[in-house]
């Protein structure tokens, strides 16, 4: 059993950056892969970025944040980060980890395994 809490969420301006962070329960973190989705008002849940088990693994991304996200790990510490850069309001959603089986898988939306209650970032234009 893996327990996941983000933080860092709030409301910033178009441009601004934010860092979320989200601290993994358990002594089993790095041998899960970890991911972010967010899910806007009124849309579906989307794939954000996904890390495979270790700070050296690869990443994906999706298309709309290529370029201006990124997701990184510490397993020393139990915990994922996204890096958020160049905020827009399109941006603006709840904010989700997980911890998955794969991070290719996970940004094919497959594969989650454990969900956090999510934290919500809010863009201004």
């Known amino acids: 059993q893996v327990q996941l809490v983000e933080s860092g969420g709030g409301w910033v301006q178009a441009g601004d950056s934010l860092r979320l962070s989200c601290a993994a329960s358990?002594?089993?973190?790095?041998?899960?892969?970890m991911g972010w989705f967010r899910q806007a008002p009124g849309k579906e849940r989307e794939f954000v970025a996904a890390?495979?088990?270790?700070?050296?693994?690869?990443?994906y991304y999706a298309d709309s944040v290529k370029g201006r996200f990124t997701i990184s790990r510490d397993n020393a510490k139990n915990t994922v980060y996204l890096q958020m850069n160049s905020l827009k309001p399109e941006d603006t959603a709840v904010y989700y980890c997980?911890?998955?089986?794969?991070?290719?898988?996970?940004?094919?939306?497959?594969?989650?395994?454990?969900w956090g209650k999510g934290t919500l970032v809010t863009v201004s234009s």
């Open positions: 358990g002594r089993t973190f790095s041998s899960y892969a």
């Open positions: 890390i495979g088990w270790s700070s050296s693994s690869s990443r």
């Open positions: 997980a911890a998955g089986s794969a991070a290719s898988a996970m940004s094919r939306y497959s594969g989650m395994d454990y």
